[in-house]
Nanobody, 124 residues
Framework: QVQLVESGGGLVQAGGSLRLSCAAS????????MGWFRQAPGKEREFAAA????????SYADSVKGRFTISRDNAKNTVFLQMNSLKPEDTAVYYC?????????????????WGQGTQVTVSS
């Protein structure tokens, strides 16, 4: 069983940056593909970014491409989401998720483990 704990959320002005972290425990982190999803108020949860087990391949939603960067440190069992040029529409609860396999999937149902989420609020 894998436990995931997100951190790093907060309030930031438009154009600013935040770095989210997700610490994993209870499993073999280096074998999991990791994803970041987000859920804005009144909207369904959506894909943001994913990275395969060794960091060799990543994928991004079009809405964050060029502004967000996903990375991982397998020695520290942690995945990161660097968010730059933030916009008010990036305001959401951000969730970390883990799945087996080597596909950097954007599909929520492909992920087996989820964190509790961290709030990101971008003011205009």
């Amino acid at each position: 069983q894998v436990q995931l704990v997100e951190s790093g959320g907060g309030l930031v002005q438009a154009g600013g940056s935040l770095r989210l972290s997700c610490a994993a425990s209870g499993g073999t982190f280096s074998s999991y593909t990791m994803g970041w999803f987000r859920q804005a108020p009144g909207k369904e949860r959506e894909f943001a970014a994913a990275i395969i087990y060794n960091g060799a391949r990543t994928s991004y939603a079009d809405s964050v491409k060029g502004r967000f960067t996903i990375s991982r440190d397998n020695a520290k069992n942690t995945v990161f989401l660097q968010m730059n040029s933030l916009k008010p529409e990036d305001t959401a609860v951000y969730y970390c998720a883990a799945r087996g396999g080597t596909l950097a999937s954007s599909v929520q149902n492909d992920y087996n483990y989820w964190g509790q989420g961290t709030q990101v609020t971008v003011s205009s």
